[in-house]
């Protein structure tokens, strides 16, 4: 039995993902079976376990971000459902993403020739990288990145007058309590706008999901669809994530182009590089049960 | 603080969903506002609680069965996906569903003329009755009810050679550690098989999710497909369950029926009294992550 006195979410051998604000009630609990790393970086405090099933796992702030046995199934719905939406992305903006599992999925995309990463914490990427190796899979090696260790909110603000805009921004951050606060607020959403070219696709994790705080999720589409006039909500099952689920928002400022649906076929190469996503669960992800269908998109 | 130190699943509180065989190193976790019942009925441990966020919640030898919250995502798919991918069913047998809560679901259809409920517990049936009447909704006094506390194995080996077949049949059982083992193997589908009119329609709950016990999924269909060309696997996605959703395995004779989709429409009054189940989210329940659909579907 792994005991952790010195963590406050270890206890008598279980991880368990307590937080009364975010989801009162009820938690989520890990057995952990060796600690790989523990400590608090400048931002945030940073927990990395191994599980037996779920393998190594990665915590922020109390809250379980990635665990190498399911992180493709929001690495991949997070990246493709936004570059599938656009006909031929070149030029993909991830803000946020440390881990580097967005980046992997990215790199996978060959029309891309330039991917900029801005990543507040350069302890994730250093730890990611030693610990879950096969979230980057070396995608941190690609000739195309440009990493910028730096705030992605003021990133957004000194590249707001520049000529070159992003194709596909994907904000993959943590929850809004933390370094992270800043980016589920209308102003984020109008620096997206100004980085993005005009048929441009962004998309973010919501921080939520539809059993638990279907308001907030209305309001966030709502705020959103303040900047961007196309702007639908879709979700992605990750077993590890409370309720099984995280909802993702997808905007544009096209409203002719139908994010529900990739605007171009996979090829038989790209399909067998991808565990989780295609074409038909790109569609699905955004059919919503129909109370909340109701609640955030009528 | 609830303690009690007669039930093994609860600890400080918490009730914890620990079970090392079906769902090893991880367990969902509920505070446990107060404990409403707790006994051994003939069968099965049966736990009574309440959660703040949840409200009353069922526990059958230690797996949660429903939640006041979230047991509509449960009881609208199980019974709808069945009763929709028919198009006019009259005659509709449930073997288990001791909560009441298919019944309620099978209820809303006004063709239907007969329901025949099979429950081996009827500890399950008076006590969902007292603790969690909004399962039931009245429907356990529907004129159409024909309701037999026996096991429903024996049930359909004794009806066997009956003329009257049924048009629907929904399993809503517990998982096969305990007294539902039966319901998931080859003579349980040949069972069901008998007791079906030719374009009629088998669902069942598969105890598993494509994150838990891929193989396990795939083995059940097949077994299912020995007895029924037509078989399907679907899910619904349930918070309090493990990984956040469950299988259904959904079976036919007639290989022409799309059991993907529902074979009439829904008049604004059936919608209506539906919070969960709609035609869309009928047909996105069978699309699968690429690699689930590779082991379960290819």
Not at 5 to 24: A, L, T
Request: overall charge negative; proline content about 5%.
């Amino acid at each position: 039995m792994v005991n952790s006195p010195n963590h406050p979410c270890i206890k008598d051998g279980w991880f368990r993902e307590i937080n009364d604000k975010s989801f009162p009630g009820q938690a989520f609990t890990l057995v952990v079976d060796s600690i790989l790393y523990q400590a608090r970086s400048e931002f945030q405090d940073i927990l990395i376990f191994s599980n037996k099933v779920y393998g190594t796992v990665l915590v922020l702030d109390g809250i379980i971000q990635c665990t190498e046995f399911d992180e493709f199934a929001y690495q991949e719905m997070i990246t493709h459902i936004a570059m599938f939406a656009h006909s031929n992305p070149k030029r993909v903006l991830i803000i946020g993403g440390g881990d580097g599992g967005v980046l992997r999925e990215v790199a996978k995309h060959k029309g891309v020739e330039e991917i900029t990463m801005v990543e507040i914490d350069s302890s994730v990427i250093e730890l990611s990288r030693k610990f879950l190796p096969t979230l980057s899979d070396g995608a941190f090696d690609d000739e195309r990145l440009d990493l910028k260790l730096c705030d992605g909110f003021k990133f957004l603000e000194d590249i707001a007058g520049a000529q070159k805009k992003f194709d596909v921004i994907i904000t993959d951050s943590s929850d809004p309590e933390g370094p992270a606060e800043a980016f589920f607020q209308e102003r984020y959403f109008q620096l997206l706008n100004n980085a993005l070219n005009p048929d441009g696709i962004v998309i973010m994790q919501s921080s939520e999901n539809i059993w638990l705080n279907l308001d907030y999720l209305r309001d966030l589409k709502n705020t959103a669809k303040r900047v961007f006039p196309n702007t639908e909500y879709c979700y992605t099952m990750v077993p590890t994530y409370t309720s099984g689920q995280l909802g993702l928002i997808v905007c544009s400022n096209n409203d002719s182009i139908p994010l529900i649906a990739p605007q171009r076929s996979l090829s038989g190469q790209e399909q067998e590089q991808l565990r989780y996503y295609n074409p038909q669960i790109h569609s699905s992800a955004f059919v919503l049960p129909t109370w909340a269908d109701k609640v955030i998109n009528k």
